[in-house]
């Protein structure tokens, strides 16, 4: 387990039931074991005065993220259903949650999201609350390693803060076999810690 301090952020990645649960629209093999290791990451994290932080995919019922409307995936976390909740065995703090895709964007990363017919990126709130925390390291643990994991992960770095992305708190999706091990690749590749 990483060790934690108050200028470290633990960044739990989308622990929802459409990812987390095995009823979920968009479950993630594996996902159980993410779970339990972001409740002792989350322990962990408060005892010794680290800042926690959630993000939460949060869709309107309809984008082009979605199959449905062009996509490629399922339709998951609509907003104020029970895909969208955090698992019920995740522990909550009072960390603060950030959401993603509430206003019809999409984008995989915690920091970042994009208008789905132009691509225009705009900043989440993320950078900004770890800012003003005086963050300058930051653990990312979660759901899915080959998308919402990695693209946080990434934009960390882009972001200049040192980044570790312990193995064991993730789980791939694995569209295509291999995935998840290319995705543990490229965020190494951009100066993220691979533990």
């Known amino acids: 387990m990483p060790a934690?301090?108050?200028?470290?952020?633990?960044?739990?990645?989308?622990?929802?039931?459409?990812?987390?649960?095995?009823?979920g629209s968009l479950y993630v093999s594996g996902a159980a074991d993410v779970v339990a290791y972001a409740n002792r990451a989350i322990s962990d994290a408060s005892q010794s005065g680290a800042l926690v932080v959630y993000t939460q995919d949060w869709h309107p019922k309809h984008t082009p993220h979605f199959e449905q409307d062009?996509?490629?995936w399922p339709?998951?976390?609509?907003?104020?259903?029970?895909?969208?909740e955090f698992h019920t065995d995740l522990a909550l703090n009072a960390g603060p949650t950030v959401r993603k895709g509430a206003d019809g964007n999409d984008g995989y990363s915690g920091f970042t999201t994009r208008d789905p017919q132009s691509g225009v990126q705009q900043q989440t709130e993320l950078e900004e609350i770890l800012?003003?925390?005086?963050?300058?390291?930051?653990?990312?643990v979660g759901l899915a390693t080959d998308y919402c994991v990695k693209e946080t992960v990434l934009d960390?770095?882009?972001?200049?803060?040192?980044v570790l992305a312990?193995?064991?708190?993730?789980?791939?999706?694995?569209?295509?076999?291999?995935?998840?091990?290319a995705a543990l690749t490229t965020m190494a590749e951009s100066g993220a810690l691979i533990e």
């Open 4 to 23: 934690y301090d108050s200028q470290t952020a633990l960044i739990v990645v989308d622990i929802q039931n459409d990812f987390a649960h095995p009823d």
């Open 131 to 140: 800012l003003e925390a005086g963050i300058e390291r930051c653990v990312v």
């Open 166 to 181: 312990p193995r064991a708190g993730m789980a791939a999706v694995n569209l295509q076999p291999g995935d998840g091990e």
């Open 75 to 84: 339709v998951h976390c609509v907003g104020d259903s029970w895909g969208a």
């Open 70 to 72: 062009g996509g490629i």
């Open 156 to 162: 960390a770095c882009r972001l200049g803060f040192e």
